[in-house]
């Protein structure tokens, strides 16, 4: 009786350290993809002014990852925001003061029509949105 009570607990904490090994080492593999592995295929200059995004994005296929580059030439500060096919965040810069600028790294998935919009303040209602479509 006093061997079974004093073996159980044992095994439970060995268990318990193999799953914590397993997580540290599932951890470790991916943060070592992800630095080795992705980068921007591409940067894509954008320039942004009250209201508006101007830039040739050129063609982009599912599958590439972009740097955006914002160089904000406005009076205000501006920021971009990349929206998925279905609305989510992606990815946006830091808010960009005038006369400076920021950058965004975003893997486009799938095919479909994405969205860069401002996020400062009222300035997507303004009318400061682009699209672009990922083929
Ligand atoms: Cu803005």
């Given amino acids: 009786m006093s061997y079974r009570r004093s073996v159980v607990p044992a095994v439970r904490l060995i268990l318990a350290s193999l799953l914590l ?10 943060n070592l993809s992800t630095e080795t592995s992705v980068g921007p295929s591409r940067t894509i200059e954008i320039i942004a002014a009250e209201y508006t995004f101007n830039g040739d994005p050129g063609v982009i296929a599912a599958g590439d990852t972009i ?9 205000l500060d501006h920021s971009l925001e990349v929206l998925s096919t279905t609305g989510s965040s992606l990815g946006a810069t830091e808010r960009i003061p005038a006369g400076t600028s920021g950058s965004v790294t975003v893997t486009f998935d799938d095919a479909g029509v994405y969205r860069l ?19």
């Fill in 21 to 30: 090994s397993a997580a540290l080492v599932a951890c470790g593999a991916d």
């Fill in 67 to 75: 740097e955006f580059v914002v160089e904000n030439i406005g009076q």
């Fill in 117 to 135: 919009i401002c996020d400062v303040d009222d300035h997507f209602s303004r009318g400061q949105a682009g699209t672009i479509t990922v083929t």
